[in-house]
């Protein structure tokens, strides 16, 4: 099992940066990481996603170039960078994880949830 507490969410200007994290406890080793972002009115959509061995990082096309997703093993969490906010970057954020190896961008096929951190961009 893993339990997943994300953070550092707040407002921001556009073209401002946040950086997200999700501190993790239980098992980590095998899991694959993710964040997923909804909007009010909107699907629950991919961000980016991590497996935690290899780090290896795969990226939505919506914010390829500007997030940047990484893991620090001491402190047993993963991070989200956002740079280059623009405003349809507005949305709750949540860290995700899950022991298999399928599908990395459905939402629904993640088993563990942080509780949502907000991230407003608004000038």
């Known amino acids: 099992q893993v339990q997943l507490v994300d953070s550092g969410g707040g407002l921001v200007q556009p073209g401002g940066s946040l950086r997200l994290s999700c501190a993790a406890s239980?098992?980590?080793?095998?899991?694959?990481m993710g964040w997923f972002r909804q909007a009010p009115g909107k699907e629950r959509e991919f961000v980016a996603a991590?497996?935690?061995?290899?780090?290896?990082?795969y990226y939505a096309d919506s914010v390829k170039g500007r997030f940047t997703m990484s893991r620090d093993n001491a402190k047993n969490t993963v991070s989200l960078q956002m740079n280059s906010l623009k405003p349809e970057d507005t949305a709750v954020y949540y860290c995700?994880?899950?022991?298999?190896?399928?599908?990395?961008?459905?939402?629904?096929?993640?088993?563990?949830w942080g509780q949502g951190t907000q991230v407003t961009v608004s000038s």
């Open positions: 995700a994880a899950k022991y298999s190896s399928g599908n990395l961008v459905r939402w629904d096929d993640y088993d563990y």
């Open positions: 239980g098992r980590t080793f095998s899991t694959t």
């Open positions: 991590m497996r935690w061995s290899s780090a290896n990082t």
